[in-house]
């Protein structure tokens, strides 16, 4: 068996651009060696076998086949268009294809979010207005703040303490709004409205409110005009164990020396609420001063609370027999009694109005006679709050 081949020479006397015709005859094949030096009669009859025409038929288990090796390129060069090129392969001998590696990288990110059987997914931007269900939400482990959740269905919330944080309802819409059952009780945190508290009919749907304190005592009212009793402020205080109290007599003031009483006023945020009030047996001129300048400080005097059964003590303290280098500032001057023989008498001056006395503060009452041997009591009175 022989076969015809076109050989183009590259040299020697026959011109390269005219094929010869050359005649092999199939023994010289059989004594021809391959690039192993293999003798290729050892593919004798299968090479006609591994070369195929286009769109051919292959026969699985008959026809031949050819390993194909690949060549490792870390950096590929570029080949233009219908040129040949070996087959790309990694390190591990697997073939390489231009995206494998962004494949690689997309299913291992899919990988990540994958749970058991499950997906986690994460919601980064809002989701648009409609209809957007997210099966069932868990609210119980929500902590506690601002946790706005759009429009929020409250119609299928069962009974119970459901709290929803700040629930609007200024918007309600006019109508029958039922919210459970209100009652309005006497204070003592009972289902049974105070009798006193029931002055409704069913035709006016009038309800009395009663005023109670916070022991749940109703308010003292007037037996005639139905009026709640009240009580000034001042009383009020003696009530709360804030109110006191102090005094004091001289019994010979003579115009040589004046008569002091001392006022220290704490330097706390309670303020001191004052009023004194001076008697004097014959005529003296009776003296308010702040902010004086001390000699000597004088002997203390006792403060009473006014509620004997208190134990709270002031927090401001008096003294007597004060001396000074300068009285400071003038507040108050009253001229009380006179001297005159035919009606010789006494007289008393009194604060009308309370004073707010500046905190860490002196202040000085002073007492000027017109004559000797004169008498004065000072009566003080004042509530801290």
């Known amino acids: 068996m022989a076969f015809n081949q076109n050989i183009s020479p590259t040299q020697g006397d026959v011109q390269g651009d005219k094929p010869i015709n050359v005649t092999v005859d199939q023994s010289q094949v059989t004594s021809a060696v391959n690039d192993l030096g293999e003798p290729l009669s050892s593919i004798d009859g299968s090479i006609g076998r591994i070369v195929y025409l286009d769109d051919a038929d292959f026969t699985a288990g008959t026809s031949s086949l050819v390993a194909v090796g690949g060549v490792r390129t870390d950096t590929p060069a570029t080949v233009t268009d219908g040129d040949v090129g070996p087959i790309r392969i990694d390190a591990n001998r697997q073939i390489m294809e231009s995206n494998s590696l962004a494949i690689k990288t997309a299913v291992e990110i899919l990988d990540n979010v994958v749970s ?17 269900n997210i099966g069932d939400v868990d609210i119980a ?36 709004n039922v ?4 009652y309005v009780t006497d204070g003592t945190n009972t289902a049974a409205v105070d009798a006193a508290n029931t002055a409704r009919t069913t035709a006016t749907k009038v309800l009395t409110v009663q005023d109670v304190d916070p022991n749940g005592r109703p308010a003292e009212r007037d ?34 020396a ?11 945020t309670a303020r001191i609420h004052f009023r004194v009030s001076v008697v004097c047996a014959a005529a003296a001129t009776v003296y308010l001063y702040e902010n004086p300048t001390l000699d000597a400080a004088g002997t203390g005097l006792t403060e009473f609370n006014c509620d004997r059964n208190s134990a709270t003590a002031a927090a401001m303290t008096t003294f007597y027999d004060t001396t000074t280098s300068n009285d400071g500032t003038l507040l108050k001057a009253i001229l009380v009694g006179t001297n005159n023989p035919a009606v010789k008498f006494g007289g008393n ?37």
Request: proline share 1%; net charge negative.
């Open 223 to 256: 037996s005639v005009e139905n009026a709640t009793v009240t009580i000034d402020v001042g009383h009020h205080k003696i009530h709360e164990g804030t109110g006191f109290f102090c005094s004091d007599i001289d019994a010979d003031i003579d115009t040589a």
């Open 349 to 385: 001056a009194r604060t009308e109005f309370e004073l707010i006395l500046k905190q860490n503060e002196d202040y000085l009452v002073k007492v000027v006679t017109d004559a000797d041997n004169n008498k004065a009591t000072m009566i003080a009175e004042w509530y801290e709050a």
């Open 141 to 176: 482990t929500i902590a506690a703040g601002d946790n706005n959740i759009g429009n929020v269905d409250i119609a299928s919330i069962a009974a119970g303490n459901n709290n929803i944080g700040d629930v609007d309802v200024a918007s309600i819409a006019a109508g029958t």
């Open 258 to 268: 004046a008569k002091y009483w001392r006022f220290t006023t704490p330097d706390t």
């Open 116 to 132: 058991g059987s499950e997906a986690q997914v994460d919601i980064v931007a809002s989701l648009p207005a409609g209809t957007n």
């Open 179 to 182: 919210i459970g059952k209100v």
